[in-house]
């Protein structure tokens, strides 16, 4: 025998809430919040830069791209050139530095910085004369401010790990790994190399 669907004057309200629900999910969970999710999730979002710790590079205000891709394909064993020596990182300090944490609202919590990566797992990684040591050779930093930098005996890398600086150089400018070490893969949300506003254009590297 055939179902027949009741015409919607005879439908009860439980039958009306239901269909409305279902409606619901399908249009704007399914429809729309579902990839948007999946889009800032695994592929990219925006950043906006705060404080003057990234000068002349960055300003507080400028709003980057932040590409998540890089980071899930080496995560999942996907050949991919990430993280490069140069790129703008996003990412969180280490949790067991006191300089990784701040408070607002009398909540205290790890918040995302932005910085230059200058050295990779397996780097070697020194400060002499003020002059920033790489591999033994002196890195050349044109996009770094004057200012002073405190030597740093050399250390190299373990896997998992960076080496990542302000390019405001000058004292107390940038919290950095000088101040709560090595930063780990793991707490790295992905390259910022992309300006949007207000000048379009790349930054990194």
Avoid: C
């Avoid at 140069?86 to 990784?100: M, R, T, V």
């Avoid at 591999?135 to 250390?155: T, V």
């Amino acid at each position: 025998m055939a179902r027949v669907t009741p015409p919607s004057s005879t439908r009860t309200g439980a039958e009306m809430s239901a269909a409305g629900l279902r409606a619901f999910v399908r249009i704007w969970v399914l429809g729309a919040l579902l990839p948007v999710y999946l889009l800032t999730t695994f592929v990219g979002t925006f950043a906006r830069v705060d404080g003057e710790s990234m000068e002349p590079t960055l300003t507080s205000g400028d709003l980057l791209l932040l590409l998540k891709y890089p980071r899930w394909l080496h995560a999942w064993g996907l050949p991919t050139p990430y993280p490069r020596r140069g790129d703008l990182l996003i990412f969180k300090a280490p949790p067991d530095s006191p300089y990784s944490f701040e408070t607002v609202w009398g909540v205290q919590h790890r918040p995302y910085n932005v910085k230059r990566v200058v050295a990779l797992p397996g780097d070697s990684v020194a400060i002499r004369d003020g002059t920033l040591v790489v591999n033994g050779r002196a890195l050349a930093e044109s996009y770094a401010s004057e200012g002073f930098i405190g030597d740093q005996n050399a250390q190299t890398l373990p896997p998992g790990k960076l080496w990542v600086m302000g390019d405001n150089r000058r004292i107390g400018a940038s919290l950095d790994s000088r101040a709560y070490g090595l930063v780990d893969l793991k707490d790295v949300a992905g390259p910022a190399n992309f300006r949007l506003w207000p000048k379009p254009g790349l930054v990194g590297r």
